[in-house]
C-alpha cells in the first residue's frame, strides 16, 4: 500500500516497474500452461487408447487407467481454465499500467469518453465539458462495468451539497488511492469480460423471471435414486459382465431428459449467457469483501452486502454449476454424464434453486460494484495528481476561495494558475479581456474545480475552500433545426431556467459568458445591465464574462456587489503576448482589429 506524495516522474517509475513485473509475470504463466497443454493432451491419449490397448489384455488396468485418464483430464481441463484467467488477468495488468503511463502525459484518448451522456440540456455538463472526447470524464474514467460507467457519470451530473458527504467521500477516495495493487486488481479483472449496458439491465431484472422443471414436485428424490441405480448397474456389469440392467438405467435416464429437454435448453441459455459477467462480479465482490474498510461509505456498503451472505460465494457457487453444466457440450463427457447422473438435468435443478435464493439480490450485488468502480476511477484520478489538493467544503452563505487554481485538463507545464475570491459580500464578478485572453478557460477552470470539489476529489490548486452549491452554467448555447428553436431563443429559455431555479431558492454559482450573443450591441447592453441588476435583487453569485466594457461601469453603481476583473495581453513589435493572469479592474487592450490584419482580413 503506498501512501506518500508521488511527483510525476516518481509516478512513471512506478508504473514501468510495474509493466517489466507483468512481463515477468507472463513469461512463467505461458510455460505453465505448455506443461498444462502437455499434460491434458497425454491424459486424452490414454482415454482413447486404453479401451482398446490395454482393456482386452488387462480388464481391471484397462478400466482403472480409464477412470484415473479421464478424471485427470477433467482436472487438467479447469486448471488450465484457471490458468489462462490468471495470464488473462497479468495482461490485463500490464496494459493497465501502459495506459497510465499515457495518461501522465495527458493521452487519454484509449478510455470510454462518455458521449453517451452528453446533455447539451444539464445545467452544466455541456458547458464545462464533464462528457465527450477530450473531456474530465475520459480524463478520470477507468470503470470497467457498465453499471459502474452509469455510476461515475451520475457522480459528475449530481456533485453532493452536503460538507459532511463531501468529506466523507474524501475519506472514500483517499483510501482506495493509495491502494494500487486493490485498484489495479480490480480494474484487471473487470476486464476479463466487458458487458454492455443492455446485458447490465437484463441482470438487474433477472429477478422477475422464474424457472422450473416439470417434474419439479418428484425430482428431487430422483436426482439421487436414479444415479445409485446406474452406478450400481455398472458395478454388476464389471462383475457379471452382463449390460442388461445398464441400459435399463441409461433408457429410463433418457427419458426424464426428453420429458425436461425443452427446459433445460431454456435454463442453460439463461444461465449460460450471463456466467461470463456473473463470473466477473464474483472476482469483483471478492475484493471487496476481503478489503479491510476503514472510510465509512466503505464500511456502510459493505455491511449490507453480508446481512444477505457473502455474495461472492454465491456467485462463485453459480458459476460452479454453470462450468459443470458446460460438460454436456462435451459429445463423450455429456453423454457419461447424462446416462449416470441425470447430469443436465441434476444441473439445472441447482440452478432453477440458486435462482430462487438469491434472486432478490442481484441488484444489490450490481449497486455495490457499480459504487466501488467509479470511486476506483476517482481514486485513481487522486493517486495521479498527488500534487492536488482536498478542498475544504463549509457552511454558510456562499463563497469560494481559491489559491494557485487551474484546469486539470490542461498539463501542468503549460497550464497558468490564478488565485480567485467570490463571497456574499462581492456577489457578481464581471471579467473582461480580449480574444484568446483566457476568459472562457477561467470560467471552466472555476466551473469545473466546484464540481470535482463537490464529488469528493481533489482539486487542481493549492488550496480552496467553498459552500458546496449547484453550478449554473450558460456558455455554449446551441440553436436546434429540429426543435425549430433559434440560438438567441435558446440562451434565453436558458437564463429564465436560471432565473426560476432562484426565485425557488436553489443556491448556486452562475457562470455566464458572453450573455445574450444573439443580438444587436445596444440591446445586448441593455439587457445584459437588467440581468446582472435581477441577479443581484436575487442575493445572486454569478462570474460574468464579456467584451462589453460599458457592462463593467455597473461596479461604479452598483460596488458592494460587483467586482471588475480582467485578462490583459500586451501588443509589442506586431506580436500579441499573453500571460492568461487575473487581474482586478477592467482591460486596457482589445484585439480583434489586430488579429483581422494580422491575418489579411483587412487592411
Given at each position: 500500500?503506498?501512501n506518500t506524495?508521488?511527483q510525476p516522474?516518481?509516478l512513471?517509475q512506478?508504473?514501468?516497474?510495474?509493466?517489466?513485473?507483468e512481463?515477468?509475470?507472463l513469461l512463467?504463466i505461458k510455460?505453465?500452461l505448455?506443461?498444462?497443454?502437455i499434460?491434458?493432451?497425454?491424459s486424452?491419449?490414454?482415454i482413447?487408447?486404453s479401451?482398446f490397448k490395454?482393456y482386452p489384455?488387462?480388464?481391471?488396468?484397462?478400466i482403472a487407467?480409464?477412470?484415473i485418464?479421464?478424471?485427470?483430464?477433467?482436472i487438467?481441463?479447469?486448471?488450465?481454465?484457471?490458468?489462462?484467467?490468471q495470464?488473462?488477468i497479468?495482461?490485463?495488468?500490464k496494459?493497465?499500467?501502459?495506459?497510465e503511463?499515457?495518461?501522465?502525459?495527458h493521452?487519454?484518448?484509449?478510455f470510454?469518453a462518455?458521449s453517451e451522456?452528453?446533455?447539451p440540456?444539464h445545467?452544466?455538463?455541456?458547458?464545462?465539458?464533464?462528457f465527450?472526447?477530450?473531456s474530465?470524464?475520459?480524463f478520470?474514467?477507468?470503470?470497467?462495468?457498465a453499471e459502474g460507467?452509469?455510476?461515475l457519470?451520475?457522480?459528475?451530473?449530481?456533485?453532493?451539497k452536503d460538507p459532511?458527504s463531501?468529506?466523507?467521500?474524501q475519506?472514500?477516495?483517499k483510501?482506495?488511492?493509495?491502494d494500487?495493487?486493490?485498484r489495479?486488481?480490480?480494474?484487471?479483472?473487470?476486464q476479463l469480460y466487458l458487458?454492455n449496458?443492455?446485458?447490465s439491465?437484463?441482470?438487474?431484472?433477472?429477478g422477475?423471471?422464474?424457472?422450473?422443471?416439470?417434474?419439479?414436485?418428484?425430482i428431487?428424490?430422483?436426482?439421487f435414486?436414479?444415479?445409485i441405480?446406474?452406478i450400481?448397474?455398472?458395478?454388476?456389469w464389471i462383475i457379471?459382465?452382463?449390460?442388461?440392467l445398464?441400459?435399463?438405467?441409461a433408457?429410463?435416464?433418457?427419458?426424464?431428459?426428453i420429458t425436461e429437454?425443452?427446459n433445460?435448453?431454456?435454463v442453460?441459455?439463461?444461465f449460460?449467457k450471463?456466467e461470463?459477467?456473473?463470473?466477473k462480479?464474483?472476482?469483483?465482490?471478492?475484493?471487496?469483501?476481503?478489503?479491510?474498510?476503514?472510510?465509512?461509505?466503505?464500511?456502510s456498503?459493505?455491511?449490507?452486502?453480508?446481512?444477505?451472505?457473502?455474495?461472492?460465494?454465491e456467485i462463485?457457487?453459480?458459476?460452479?454449476?454453470?462450468s459443470?453444466?458446460?460438460n454436456?457440450n462435451n459429445f463423450?463427457?455429456?453423454?457419461?454424464?447424462n446416462?449416470?447422473?441425470?447430469w443436465?438435468?441434476w444441473?439445472?435443478f441447482?440452478?432453477?434453486k440458486?435462482?430462487?435464493?438469491?434472486k432478490?439480490?442481484?441488484?444489490?450485488?450490481?449497486?455495490a460494484?457499480?459504487?466501488f468502480d467509479?470511486?476506483n476511477?476517482?481514486a485513481?484520478?487522486?493517486?495521479?495528481h498527488?500534487?492536488?489538493?482536498?478542498p475544504t467544503?463549509v457552511?454558510?452563505?456562499?463563497?469560494l476561495k481559491?489559491?494557485?487554481m487551474?484546469?486539470?485538463?490542461?498539463?501542468?507545464e503549460?497550464r497558468?494558475?490564478?488565485s480567485?475570491?467570490?463571497?456574499?459580500?462581492?456577489?457578481?464578478i464581471i471579467?473582461?479581456g480580449?480574444?484568446m485572453a483566457?476568459?472562457?478557460t477561467?470560467?471552466?477552470t472555476v466551473g469545473?474545480?466546484m464540481?470535482?470539489g463537490?464529488?469528493?476529489m481533489?482539486?487542481?490548486?493549492?488550496a480552496?475552500?467553498?459552500?458546496?452549491?449547484?453550478v449554473f452554467?450558460n456558455m455554449?448555447t446551441t440553436?436546434s433545426?429540429f426543435?425549430?428553436e433559434?440560438?438567441?431563443?435558446?440562451?434565453l429559455?436558458?437564463?429564465?431556467?436560471?432565473?426560476?431555479?432562484?426565485?425557488?431558492g436553489r443556491k448556486?454559482?452562475?457562470?455566464l459568458?458572453e450573455?445574450?450573443?444573439?443580438?444587436n450591441?445596444?440591446?445586448?447592453l441593455?439587457g445584459s445591465?437588467?440581468l446582472?441588476k435581477?441577479?443581484?435583487?436575487?442575493?445572486?453569485?454569478?462570474?460574468?464574462?464579456?467584451?462589453?466594457?460599458?457592462?463593467?461601469?455597473?461596479a461604479?453603481?452598483h460596488?458592494?456587489?460587483?467586482?471588475?476583473?480582467?485578462?490583459?495581453?500586451e501588443?509589442?513589435?506586431?506580436?500579441?503576448?499573453f500571460?492568461?493572469?487575473?487581474?482586478?479592474?477592467v482591460t486596457n487592450?482589445m484585439n480583434a482589429?489586430?488579429?483581422?490584419?494580422?491575418?489579411?482580413?483587412?487592411?
Amino acid at each position: 500500500m503506498l501512501n506518500t506524495l508521488y511527483q510525476p516522474s516518481d509516478l512513471k517509475q512506478i508504473y514501468t516497474l510495474r509493466i517489466d513485473e507483468e512481463n515477468s509475470n507472463l513469461l512463467k504463466i505461458k510455460k505453465k500452461l505448455n506443461w498444462l497443454a502437455i499434460a491434458r493432451l497425454v491424459s486424452f491419449l490414454l482415454i482413447i487408447v486404453s479401451p482398446f490397448k490395454i482393456y482386452p489384455e488387462n480388464h481391471w488396468s484397462g478400466i482403472a487407467i480409464t477412470i484415473i485418464s479421464l478424471v485427470a483430464f477433467l482436472i487438467l481441463v479447469k486448471l488450465h481454465l484457471k490458468v489462462k484467467q490468471q495470464k488473462n488477468i497479468i495482461e490485463n495488468l500490464k496494459k493497465i499500467n501502459e495506459n497510465e503511463l499515457l495518461a501522465l502525459d495527458h493521452h487519454f484518448s484509449q478510455f470510454n469518453a462518455g458521449s453517451e451522456f452528453i446533455d447539451p440540456n444539464h445545467f452544466n455538463s455541456y458547458d464545462l465539458d464533464i462528457f465527450g472526447k477530450g473531456s474530465i470524464f475520459q480524463f478520470l474514467n477507468r470503470t470497467v462495468t457498465a453499471e459502474g460507467t452509469k455510476k461515475l457519470a451520475s457522480i459528475l451530473q449530481n456533485p453532493l451539497k452536503d460538507p459532511s458527504s463531501i468529506l466523507k467521500r474524501q475519506e472514500m477516495i483517499k483510501e482506495l488511492a493509495l491502494d494500487i495493487d486493490w485498484r489495479h486488481d480490480f480494474s484487471a479483472k473487470g476486464q476479463l469480460y466487458l458487458e454492455n449496458p443492455a446485458e447490465s439491465e437484463r441482470l438487474n431484472s433477472w429477478g422477475k423471471e422464474s424457472f422450473q422443471l416439470k417434474l419439479h414436485k418428484i425430482i428431487a428424490p430422483l436426482l439421487f435414486v436414479l444415479p445409485i441405480i446406474s452406478i450400481s448397474a455398472i458395478i454388476f456389469w464389471i462383475i457379471s459382465g452382463n449390460s442388461a440392467l445398464f441400459i435399463l438405467a441409461a433408457l429410463l435416464q433418457l427419458a426424464f431428459w426428453i420429458t425436461e429437454r425443452k427446459n433445460i435448453k431454456s435454463v442453460y441459455e439463461q444461465f449460460g449467457k450471463r456466467e461470463q459477467i456473473l463470473s466477473k462480479y464474483a472476482l469483483l465482490l471478492g475484493l471487496i469483501e476481503k478489503h479491510e474498510w476503514k472510510s465509512d461509505e466503505g464500511r456502510s456498503i459493505i455491511n449490507d452486502l453480508k446481512n444477505s451472505g457473502l455474495p461472492s460465494k454465491e456467485i462463485t457457487k453459480l458459476r460452479k454449476i454453470t462450468s459443470a453444466f458446460d460438460n454436456r457440450n462435451n459429445f463423450l463427457v455429456g453423454i457419461i454424464l447424462n446416462t449416470v447422473f441425470l447430469w443436465d438435468i441434476w444441473c439445472s435443478f441447482l440452478l432453477i434453486k440458486w435462482h430462487n435464493k438469491n434472486k432478490e439480490n442481484y441488484g444489490i450485488w450490481s449497486s455495490a460494484i457499480a459504487f466501488f468502480d467509479a470511486h476506483n476511477s476517482l481514486a485513481n484520478y487522486a493517486f495521479n495528481h498527488s500534487d492536488h489538493i482536498y478542498p475544504t467544503p463549509v457552511i454558510g452563505e456562499f463563497k469560494l476561495k481559491a489559491d494557485n487554481m487551474g484546469h486539470p485538463l490542461i498539463h501542468a507545464e503549460k497550464r497558468i494558475n490564478n488565485s480567485f475570491y467570490i463571497d456574499g459580500n462581492q456577489q457578481i464578478i464581471i471579467v473582461t479581456g480580449a480574444n484568446m485572453a483566457g476568459k472562457s478557460t477561467f470560467l471552466r477552470t472555476v466551473g469545473v474545480n466546484m464540481v470535482l470539489g463537490m464529488t469528493g476529489m481533489p482539486v487542481c490548486a493549492t488550496a480552496m475552500e467553498f459552500v458546496p452549491v449547484d453550478v449554473f452554467s450558460n456558455m455554449r448555447t446551441t440553436d436546434s433545426l429540429f426543435d425549430d428553436e433559434s440560438y438567441f431563443f435558446a440562451e434565453l429559455k436558458r437564463i429564465k431556467a436560471i432565473l426560476d431555479e432562484l426565485s425557488n431558492g436553489r443556491k448556486m454559482l452562475i457562470i455566464l459568458d458572453e450573455i445574450l450573443k444573439g443580438t444587436n450591441s445596444v440591446d445586448k447592453l441593455q439587457g445584459s445591465q437588467k440581468l446582472v441588476k435581477r441577479l443581484i435583487g436575487k442575493n445572486a453569485s454569478a462570474i460574468i464574462a464579456t467584451h462589453d466594457l460599458k457592462l463593467t461601469e455597473m461596479a461604479n453603481e452598483h460596488p458592494e456587489a460587483i467586482k471588475n476583473q480582467c485578462f490583459e495581453i500586451e501588443i509589442s513589435n506586431n506580436e500579441m503576448h499573453f500571460d492568461y493572469k487575473l487581474r482586478t479592474g477592467v482591460t486596457n487592450t482589445m484585439n480583434a482589429t489586430f488579429l483581422m490584419k494580422k491575418m489579411g482580413i483587412i487592411e
